[in-house]
T-cell receptor
C-alpha cells in the first residue's frame, strides 16, 4: 500500500505557482520523498526528491516540513504542459520498486 | 537521467497470440529493470523485477508463465505476454534504476488484445 496521501485533483491558473501537498505521516528516518509526474499516455517522469532539506531543481521545488510528515511540490510558474498526474512516493534510497498511489491530477487552466 | 526506450509503442493483436515488448536502457547499464502495468484511470502496479542473468521476481498475483521476462543483457529486458486475452489489454511500462536510486521510466507500450 502507498504510504502517502494526496488530494485527488487540483486546478491551477497558467503562470501561477502550483503547490501540490503530500502527507506521509508514517515516514521512516531513512525514507526519501520522491515526486514523479505522468502526462497522459506517457511513462512517469522524475521531478525531484529529498530527505529532509528543501530541494530545488530546474523543474520544481520540494519543501519538506521539519517533522517530515508532509511535503509540498511547487511548480513556480505552471504551464499548460504541466497538466499531469503527480505522484508523491516515499521509499528508502536503496529500496527496490516504487509504490504508486493514485496521485494528484493537476489541471493547469488557461 | 537514464534514457529508457520501449518497443513497440503500441500493439494490437488477436486473442491467443503472444506479444513481446522490449525495454532498453540506452545510456545506463541496468542489472535490474522493473515492469509495471497500468489499467485505464488507475495507477501503476508493479508486475515483476527483472534481474540480469537470473530469473525475474514476480509480484503476487502475476502469472510467471503468462508474463515471461528475459533480461539477457545490461541494456535489454523483454516482457512476453503469452496467449494474450482481452483482459491483458493495458499500458505496460518499464523502468531502470538511476543515480540516487531514482528510477527512470520508459514511454510505455499500449497493448490492445482483440
Amino acid at each position: 500500500d502507498a504510504k502517502t496521501t494526496q488530494p485527488p485533483s487540483m486546478d491551477c491558473a497558467e503562470g501561477r505557482a502550483a503547490n501540490l501537498p503530500c502527507n506521509h505521516s508514517t515516514i521512516s528516518g531513512n525514507e526519501y520523498v520522491y515526486w514523479y509526474r505522468q502526462i497522459h499516455s506517457q511513462g512517469p517522469q522524475y521531478i525531484i526528491h529529498g530527505l529532509k532539506n528543501n530541494e530545488t531543481n530546474e523543474m520544481a521545488s520540494l519543501i519538506i516540513t521539519e517533522d517530515r510528515k508532509s511535503s509540498t511540490l511547487i511548480l513556480p510558474h505552471a504551464t499548460l504542459r504541466d497538466t499531469a498526474v503527480y505522484y508523491c512516493i516515499v521509499r528508502v534510497r536503496d529500496g527496490q520498486n516504487f509504490v504508486f498511489g493514485p496521485g494528484t491530477r493537476l489541471s493547469v487552466l488557461p | 537521467g537514464a534514457v529508457v526506450s520501449q518497443h513497440p509503442s503500441w500493439v494490437i493483436c488477436k486473442s491467443g497470440t503472444s506479444v513481446k515488448i522490449e525495454c532498453r536502457s540506452l545510456d545506463f547499464q541496468a542489472t535490474t529493470m522493473f515492469w509495471y502495468r497500468q489499467f485505464p484511470k488507475q495507477s501503476l502496479m508493479l508486475m515483476a523485477t527483472s534481474n540480469e542473468g537470473s530469473k525475474a521476481t514476480y509480484e503476487q498475483g502475476v502469472e510467471k508463465d503468462k508474463f515471461l521476462i528475459n533480461h539477457a543483457s545490461l541494456t535489454l529486458s523483454t516482457l512476453t505476454v503469452t496467449s494474450a486475452h482481452p483482459e491483458d489489454s493495458s499500458f505496460y511500462i518499464c523502468s531502470v534504476g538511476g543515480l540516487w536510486e531514482t528510477q527512470y521510466f520508459g514511454p510505455g507500450t499500449r497493448l490492445l488484445v482483440l
